[in-house]
Nanobody, 121 residues
Framework: QVQLVETGGGLVQAGDSLRLSCAAS????????MGWYRQAPGKQRELVAV???????NYASSVQGRFTISRDNAKNTVLLQMNSLKPEDTAVYYC???????????????WGQGNTVTVSS
């Protein structure tokens, strides 16, 4: 069993910065992909940023240049540094990790519990 625990959300003003953290624990052989998604009220969940082996990163156009995704391999942790926050960044943010529990297992997607980020104007 694998668990993801998120920390770091909160209420900030436009232009401020926040850092989200997502730590994975449990039976982990390898984490192949780490990402952040968000869901704003009344909208569908959308990809914010993803980090794959390589490492390669991909960002939503709306956050490109403002957000940075990174990982701490030793701790199976994925971070999202959010700068120059805008009111439209307000959402519940979810981390996602594609985990292998052993060398021969398929990947399984795991999700964090969700963390609210509110940006006031």
């Amino acid at each position: 069993q694998v668990q993801l625990v998120e920390t770091g959300g909160g209420l900030v003003q436009a232009g401020d910065s926040l850092r989200l953290s997502c730590a994975a624990s449990g039976s982990i052989f390898r984490v192949n992909r780490m990402g952040w998604y968000r869901q704003a009220p009344g909208k569908q969940r959308e990809l914010v940023a993803v980090l794959t082996s390589g490492p390669r990163t991909n960002y939503a156009s709306s956050v490109q240049g403002r957000f940075t995704i990174s990982r701490d391999n030793a701790k199976n942790t994925v971070l999202l540094q959010m700068n120059s926050l805008k009111p439209e960044d307000t959402a519940v943010y979810y981390c996602n990790e594609a985990v292998q529990t052993d060398l021969f297992s398929d990947e399984t997607d795991y999700w964090g519990q969700g963390n609210t980020v509110t940006v006031s104007s």
